[in-house]
């Protein structure tokens, strides 16, 4: 899937992913290839990313949200 995460002043990242782990207002969720449409307020805490190659990357985070659908998916964050 499409991944795009974007700071106000910045872009994370960008390129391709094959899980996403998201700390969400409930709690954390996972965020996979084929995921129904979402829009979810995302809390402070880390952003768990496997990417295309297996590598795991992490992103930590004040808040912010997550849109996705059709395999890709967008996060504001600050």
């Known amino acids: 899937m499409k991944v795009k995460i974007t700071k106000p002043d910045s872009i994370l990242y960008d390129g391709e992913a094959k899980l996403l782990q998201l700390p969400g207002s409930d709690g954390l969720f996972e965020i996979l290839n084929n995921h ?3 829009i979810s307020a995302l809390r402070a805490g880390t ?3 496997v990417d295309a190659d297996d590598a795991v990357q992490t992103f930590s ?3 912010g949200v997550v849109k996705g659908a059709r395999n890709v998916i967008s ?3 600050q």
């Open 47 to 49: 952003i768990k990313m």
């Open 61 to 63: 985070i004040r808040g």
């Open 36 to 38: 129904a449409p979402i």
């Open 75 to 77: 996060l504001l964050v």
